[in-house]
C-alpha cells in the first residue's frame, strides 16, 4: 500500500485547462477501473468529484473530468474558476477491501 | 441531508490508546459501507479503515493492521475507531466517511474530522 504518486503543485489561469496526474501500480491503479478523485479546500470536508475513473457525481460540474491508462489516472479541469483552487486527491481501490490515496496535489488558479 | 459528526480525538500519550466515534444521520447508516480516512499536519489523506453493513468485510491499511479496530453499532447509527499502541506518526485529522452499498464504491460523504494529537 503505498501512496499513489501526484504532482505536488499545478497551477493555471482562469479559462484555461489543467491535467493532475496520479501514478500508481499493477496492483492498484492499473487492476481496478475504481479511481476516484477528491477536492479539498482546508478546513473543510473533501469532496467527492469523480468516481469510477471517468463518472460524476451529481452536481459536479462537467468541466471536470477523469481518464486513465495503465498505471496512471488523470484529471482534467477545463475552464479553470477561482473557486477551483483546492487540494486534489486520487484515491484507487487496491484490493482486500483496502484504498489508497495519492500524496494531494496543490491547484493554483494564477 | 447526510451528516457525519466525529468525536473522541484528543491529546493522548504515545503507546496508548483512544476510542473515536462518528454519529451519522441523514442516511440508512446500515445499508452502507462506513470508513475511517485521516490527515496529518500538513501531508496528504491517508484511507485508514473500512467496514460493511455487517461488519463481516473489514479492511485496514498496513500502517495501522494490528495496533487499530474498526468497528459499527448500527443500532446507534454509529462508527468506531479503537486505536491502540498509537504512535507520533497516527497524530492526524481523522474525517469519517460514507462508502457505498459494497466496499468497491467511492466515499461521498465526509464529517469535519476529530483531532488526535499524540505527545508527550
Known amino acids: 500500500q503505498s501512496a499513489l504518486t501526484q504532482p505536488a503543485s499545478v497551477s493555471g489561469s482562469p479559462g484555461q485547462s489543467i491535467t493532475i496526474s496520479c501514478t500508481g501500480t499493477s496492483s492498484d491503479v492499473g487492476s481496478y477501473n475504481l479511481v476516484s478523485w477528491y477536492q479539498h479546500h482546508p478546513g473543510k470536508a473533501p469532496k467527492l468529484m469523480t468516481f469510477e475513473v471517468s463518472n460524476r457525481p451529481s452536481g459536479v460540474s462537467n468541466r471536470f473530468s477523469g481518464s486513465k491508462s495503465g498505471n496512471t489516472a488523470s484529471l482534467t479541469i477545463s475552464g479553470l474558476q477561482a473557486e477551483d483552487e483546492a487540494d486534489y486527491y486520487c484515491c484507487s481501490y487496491a484490493g482486500s477491501s483496502a484504498w489508497v490515496f495519492g500524496g494531494g496535489t496543490k491547484l493554483t488558479v494564477l | 441531508e447526510v451528516q457525519l459528526v466525529e468525536s473522541g480525538g484528543g491529546l493522548v500519550q504515545p503507546g496508548r490508546s483512544l476510542r473515536l466515534s462518528c454519529v451519522a444521520s441523514g442516511f440508512t447508516f446500515d445499508d452502507y459501507v462506513m470508513h475511517w480516512v485521516r490527515q496529518a499536519p500538513g501531508k496528504g489523506l491517508e484511507w485508514v479503515s473500512c467496514i460493511n453493513w455487517n461488519s463481516n468485510t473489514i479492511g485496514y491499511a498496513d500502517s495501522v493492521k494490528g495496533r487499530f479496530t474498526i468497528s459499527r453499532d448500527n443500532a446507534k447509527n454509529s462508527l468506531y475507531l479503537q486505536m491502540n499502541s498509537l504512535r507520533a506518526e497516527d497524530m492526524a485529522l481523522y474525517y469519517c466517511?460514507?462508502?457505498?452499498?459494497?466496499?468497491?464504491?467511492?466515499?461521498?460523504?465526509w464529517g469535519q474530522g476529530t483531532l488526535v494529537t499524540v505527545s508527550s
Open positions: 466517511a460514507k462508502g457505498g452499498d459494497f466496499v468497491l464504491e467511492p466515499f461521498d460523504y
